[in-house]
Structure formats: C-alpha cells, structure tokens
C-alpha cells in the first residue's frame, strides 16, 4: 500500500474509493441475508476505518491529511455553530426510532465511520493530491465527486427513491465544497470528520412521516443557503495560506 501511495496518490486514491464503493454494494445484500440493516455496512466500514487511520498514523501524515487539532482561533469559525445547525438538521421535521435496537447500533457505528471515511478519502487524499497541481480544480473536483458518489445509493439496493437522492447529491456536493474550505484554510480535518459523522448518524432518528418533496427541496435550499454562505464567510476571515498542499 505504501509503494502505491509513493508512486501515485492519485491512482491510491481512486482504488480506494472503488473499494469503498464496492464494499458498501456488497454490504446491501449481506444485510438482508444476516437480517441486520448496517451490520455488514458496520464491519466493512471499522475494518477499513482502522486501515486508514494506522496507515496515516505510521507514515507521518496525520497533519498533511488534518488529523490534528487547527491553530486557527474558534472565533474565526463562528465557534462553528452553523456546523452544529446543519448536523442537526435532520431532527428539523421531529424525531422517530425508526430501527430496531441491534440495527440502531450498528447503523450509528457504520454512519460513524461514514464520516472518517469518506473525509480521508475526498478531502484528504483526494483534495491533497490535486492540489499539488491546481487548487481550483482540486476544490471543484472534491465537491463534485464527493457529491455523485451519493448516486450509487440508486444502483446498490439501499432503496432510496430518485428525487430524495437527488436533493442528497446536489446538498454533498455544497457539503463537499464548505469541507474543502475548512480543511484548505483552517488545517484540521476534524471538525469536517466530526460534523459529517454527526449527519449521518442523527439521520437514524430522522422523522420523515408525511415528509412531502416540496418539503424535501425547501429542507434542501435552507441547508445550501447556509452552507454556501457560511462557506463564503469562512473564505473572507480564515487566513489565506494556513494550508499549503506540500508534504509537511
């Protein structure tokens, strides 16, 4: 793994969200043979988690890829209170227990690892590599694939229905950009790791009964309104070369 990440962290990159991607279709059915939602999900999802993290770990790249604390004042980041407000947006319609408690459990440590994941993969390996090249492409490139990656959920058995996943794809990819922003300017991973996992977890509780698509798109443009705008902010009071795209 480490010849590979040497040679090209572009082509690491890409194998490992293709195994990522595979791994996540092939825990559908697995789900439904062992008769737990997420329990495959779970171990795929832990297995690869500790994979990434001892890799960073051991090769000294912790900081290059934000696994560290930022040095850049809270205030700078509004004490991240609009992270707080989009983690939680989805207990906005109430709240409902909508899995058993075994398939609770191992939903929220799937949704858990959802969040390290796919952070390390899109903001970290990926965000990182292009960046050596062009920092505008890298940004755009970031969002954009983090965001069509949400479109696997239509072809992989997971039952999400067209238009609900589309207003997913077009909410990652603004997700997508204000994470590169925080990441590029602040230095830290971790609030973006942290705020992700949050999301995808409190989504276990969500209470979508009577949930219309009119409601689902009005959801959708109050959360790109503030994550574009909070985004936008950032850009303007977070310092310009807080992270450079070097190995440090």
Not at 188 to 207: E, G, K, Q, R, V
């Amino acid at each position: 793994m480490k010849k590979l990440y040497e040679k090209s962290e572009i082509t690491f990159t890409i194998v490992w969200i293709v195994v990522y991607c595979v791994l996540q279709s092939v825990a559908n059915p697995l789900n439904k043979i062992i008769g737990i939602e997420g329990a495959a999900n779970a171990v795929f999802n832990v297995v690869m988690t500790v994979v990434l993290f001892n890799f960073i770990r051991k090769n000294g790249l912790l900081e290059k890829y934000g696994l560290c604390k930022t040095t850049v004042p809270a205030r700078k980041f509004l004490y991240y209170v609009p992270l707080f407000i989009l983690a939680t947006s989805n207990l906005w319609f109430g709240i409902a227990v909508n899995l058993p408690l075994i398939d609770t459990v191992c939903y929220l440590i799937y949704m858990l690892c959802v969040g390290f994941i796919e952070e390390v993969l899109f903001r970290g390996f990926l965000f990182k590599a292009m960046a050596k090249d062009n920092i505008k492409s890298a940004i755009i490139i970031s969002s954009v694939t983090f965001g069509l990656g949400h479109l696997l959920h239509l072809i992989n058995g997971s039952g999400v229905e067209l238009i609900p996943n589309l207003c997913q794809v077009i909410r990652a990819i603004a997700i997508g950009y204000l994470f590169v922003v925080i990441f590029y300017r602040g230095g830290s991973l971790l609030p973006c790791i942290i705020t992700h996992s949050a999301i995808d977890m409190i989504s276990a509780f969500a209470n979508e009964t009577g949930l219309t698509v009119e409601k689902r798109i009005d959801h959708n443009l109050i959360l790109i309104a503030l994550i574009l705008a909070y985004a936008l902010i950032l850009t303007k009071v977070l310092p310009k070369n807080r992270n450079d795209t070097g190995d440090r």
